[in-house]
């Protein structure tokens, strides 16, 4: 079945604009994640979404970062007032969450490249 | 919080040998722990996964082996193949979420 798609797959913005960063996870998982990782860093924690709980922002590194999900489908990352240190690949990942046993495996997505000049 | 230790960074190894990364958690609530393979330009693609009521786990060559007492995990690959080379991600949690490693540099050479 299809995997996790995020988009768009490339960025380029400049210092000071806004970007939104989309992710469609796999149909049927109800947790979604978001991750940041720097070049040749590891996965960050960004944020957690369960089902219609409310979500687990502990890794938002401040408060130009927010996301939204709508129900157990797409979400949106966005960054708000962009600075050259928010360069990285944003990564989605979705898990069954609930609607499978615990602990459940993430499936990432192929990532989005945000590069800000 | 979890805190996850990786090593060894980077591991260069001949093909037809073995590699092993090793992992070290922190908190002993932890029950799982994935292993995970990324490519260049790619997401992290899940290779095995482990839970705290097994201590070891084989899938053709890759296998992972569990210690909780000791708390450390990792990740063995036997008879290594070019196509192994790629950055390799431990990590561990609970029911929600995942603190991953900094990653290892495995490079195959022909």
């Known amino acids: 079945g299809a995997g996790v798609s995020q988009s768009p797959s490339n960025k380029v913005t400049e210092k000071g604009k806004d970007v939104e960063l989309r992710c469609d996870p796999i149909s049927g998982h109800t947790a979604l994640y978001w991750y940041r990782q720097r070049l040749g860093q590891g996965l960050e924690f960004l944020i957690y979404?369960?089902?219609?709980?409310?979500?687990?922002k502990s890794g938002l590194p401040s408060d130009r970062f927010s996301a939204e999900r709508t129900g157990e489908s797409v979400s949106t990352l966005t960054i708000q007032r962009t600075q050259q240190e928010d360069s990285a690949v944003y990564l989605c990942a979705s898990s069954p969450g609930l609607a499978g046993p615990p602990p459940s495996a993430q499936y990432f997505g192929p990532g989005t490249r945000l590069t800000v000049t | 919080g979890e805190n996850v230790e990786q090593h060894p960074s980077t591991l260069s190894v001949q093909e037809g040998d073995s590699a092993v990364i090793k992992c070290t958690y922190s908190d002993s609530a932890s029950n799982y722990f994935p292993w995970y393979k990324q490519e260049l330009g790619k997401g992290p693609q899940l290779i095995i996964d482990i839970r705290s009521n097994v201590g070891e786990k084989k899938d053709q060559r890759i296998a992972v082996t569990l210690n909780k007492t000791a708390k450390h995990f990792s990740l063995h690959i036997t008879e290594t193949q070019p196509e192994d080379s790629a950055v390799y991600f431990c990590?561990?949690?609970?029911?929600?979420?995942?603190?991953f490693g900094k990653g290892t540099m495995l490079l195959v050479s022909p």
């Open positions: 990590a561990a949690g609970g029911y929600s979420t995942l603190t």
């Open positions: 979404f369960q089902g219609n709980s409310a979500p687990d």
